[in-house]
């Protein structure tokens, strides 16, 4: 099986994933775990450390710890997003305390997050289900179009009258996932379980994040979406 990567295909047990924590054991028990599932491993201890192994690797996944000694979790991800990493999912590695700092992290463009204490393969599981989503589209499927908004599956681009929209993988695949389904109404629970494929996952408040980050980008007046509409107590739905 392959994927994408920034290169184009590569083999998916190459992968790249940088694990960032401070905690030594952690850092090793997650990278065992990992290398044992034919990912391509590396970790850093620090901020600094993880944005020079970001540098020079380009990770497809980034699993960042919130609590970090010199620079945090937050401001780490904001200089990935920055420096051109957009297409790196980031998992971020959070305690239960920090659920502000959590709720931040998504809205700054962190495709999922896994709260202390986890089971490592839990967490290789998350990791497997992002790299899932960005597999190459077996046949050249032709760009959606509605109203100025132009969705390229294959190419994996969006663009708003005739501009491109960055987005992040999770931000695509829910975009893409919901235009392929226009008029029908999607609960929370439904959209966590085919985007992010977790049918187990409780905490559906990443969905509301992620539609509120979709928003931001792609409607002029995000109050009153040409896109994505809330149908008040389901959930969202695609449409004109």
Do not use: C
């Not at 190459?136 to 499927?141: A, G, H, K, L, T």
């Not at 992040?168 to 439904?190: I, K, N, S, V, Y």
């Not at 085919?194 to 792609?218: E, G, P």
Request: a neutral charge; aromatic letters at 6%; glycine letters at 6%.
């Amino acid at each position: 099986m392959t994927r994408v990567s920034h290169n184009g295909p590569v083999s998916r047990t190459r992968a790249r994933v940088l694990v960032v924590d401070d905690e030594p054991a952690i850092g090793d028990i997650v990278s065992r775990y990992l290398k044992r599932a034919g990912y391509d491993t590396a970790v850093a201890a620090s901020g600094k450390d993880a944005l020079g192994h970001a540098e020079r690797s380009s990770p497809d996944v980034v699993v960042l710890d919130l609590m970090l000694p010199d620079i945090d979790g937050l401001e780490v991800m904001r200089r990935l997003r920055k420096d051109n990493h957009r297409r790196a999912a980031i998992i971020l590695l959070t305690a239960r305390a920090e659920e502000s700092d959590r709720i931040t992290g998504l809205r700054l463009g962190a495709d999922d997050y896994v709260v202390k204490p986890f089971s490592p393969g839990e967490l290789v599981a998350r990791v497997d289900a992002l790299l899932r989503r960005i597999e190459p589209v077996p046949d050249r499927q032709p760009p959606l179009q509605v109203d100025g908004l132009e969705i390229d599956p294959a190419a994996r681009r969006v663009s708003l009258d005739g501009r491109e929209v960055e987005l992040t993988q999770l931000e695509f695949e829910l975009l893409l996932f919901l235009a392929r389904h226009p008029g029908q109404a999607f609960t929370r629970d439904q959209l966590m379980e085919y985007v992010w494929q977790y049918s187990f996952y409780l905490d559906t408040s990443t969905v509301t994040v992620h539609i509120r980050r979709l928003r931001a980008k792609l409607e002029p007046d995000p109050a009153r979406p040409r896109f994505i509409h809330t149908i008040w107590g389901v959930g969202y739905r695609f449409g004109p």
